[in-house]
């Protein structure tokens, strides 16, 4: 799944809410692994709201 999104992020623009950090993390590291073939292109997460 992971893969897939990033694949797509590089052609377009993607938001992805989710309130879980393993998923967060599995999709940063598919993004970056995109990034780092793909001419260096880098991708921005933020944590929003963040309660406990």
Known sequence: MADVVAEVASEQRVLFFTC??????LLVRAAAARAATAGGRTARVEELGRTG
């Open 20 to 25: 879980h950090p393993g998923t967060r993390d």
